[in-house]
């Protein structure tokens, strides 16, 4: 080991020795806080501040709670810091997968609203073919995965989007998972458009899909295809494939397939990606 690497060592453990219980730690990235002076530094800024000769005096780059939450969102820009910052308050409750959360909150808000309304909110966020030139159509390819049908509609699709959406968070982290929902609910509502116009399309089941798929892509990282990616590929897609085929009922079994692939897209093309 190296003198320098032994001073830095050396440096930590005499800054753990004066903090026994050190501030808690930020999740998603293991990185444990410690008070010095009245600021708050990760082991990343601590051998910032040793390596840069400028003793415990914070340098521009990592400067107390920012160093943690740029390590995790390094150029994110400030919304991305604002859901770090949301996940790193201590309390009784703790806002662990911010990004599913609000979601499954506005939406439970606009199911409300819609019955409050008499179905108006529907009438304006559900999808529905008008013209490839109108932008609201676009638009509402997105807020339609607000929207639902009723109650049994919602809690239906949020009893799975909420025990498997914050493990996919915490793996893949806010803004990536965001992107997944944002590209889910785009490619779904394009593929209903093109091949089902007269489908009034609401709900988030196409995104509850997705995470079922993408989560069992959670132990993938190289070698062969896991059993268990096989399997439940085969219940859930194998399942809508059929009730397509043999049931009139109002769910798109479309979304459904379509979410499913694209989760099985994003757990081939992201598993190297995870964050750590």
């Known amino acids: 080991m190296s003198p320098a690497a032994a001073d830095v060592r050396g440096t930590i453990r005499k800054i753990r020795r004066q903090n026994p219980q050190p501030a808690r730690p930020f999740i998603g990235s293991q990185k444990v806080l410690y008070k010095l002076r009245g600021r708050l530094y990760n082991e990343k800024s601590i051998r910032c501040l040793y390596k840069n000769g400028a003793g415990i005096s914070p340098c521009a780059r990592h400067n107390g709670m920012k160093s943690a939450r740029k390590s995790e969102y390094a150029g994110a820009g400030g919304f991305w810091e604002l859901l770090g910052a949301m996940k790193s308050r201590g309390g009784i409750i703790s806002i662990n997968a911010p990004v599913i959360l609000w979601l499954a909150f506005i939406s439970f808000a606009i199911l409300l609203l819609d019955g409050a309304t008499g179905g108006a ?34 809690f239906g699709n949020f009893m799975l989007i909420l025990v498997v959406g914050p493990m996919m968070e915490e793996k893949y982290g806010s803004r990536n998972l965001c992107g997944m929902l944002l590209i889910t609910a785009l490619v779904t509502g394009i593929i209903s458009l093109i091949f089902f116009r007269n489908v009034i399309l609401v709900g988030a089941s196409g995104l509850a899909f997705m995470l079922i798929l993408l989560a069992s892509f959670a132990n993938f990282n190289s070698g062969g295809l896991p059993l268990t990616v096989l399997l439940v590929g085969a219940l859930y897609i194998g399942n809508e494939v059929l009730n397509g085929l043999f049931r009139a009922d109002n769910v798109s079994q479309s979304s459904h397939i379509i979410g499913g692939l694209c989760g099985a897209v994003f757990g081939f093309t992201h598993r190297n990606r995870a964050r750590r």
Request: charge should be positive; charged fraction near 15%; hydrophobic fraction near 50%.
């Open 121 to 154: 909110a529907m009438g304006l966020l559900a999808s529905r073919f008008t013209s490839w030139l109108d932008p609201l159509m676009y638009l509402r390819l997105f807020t339609r995965t607000l929207v639902h049908a009723n109650y049994e509609h919602f």
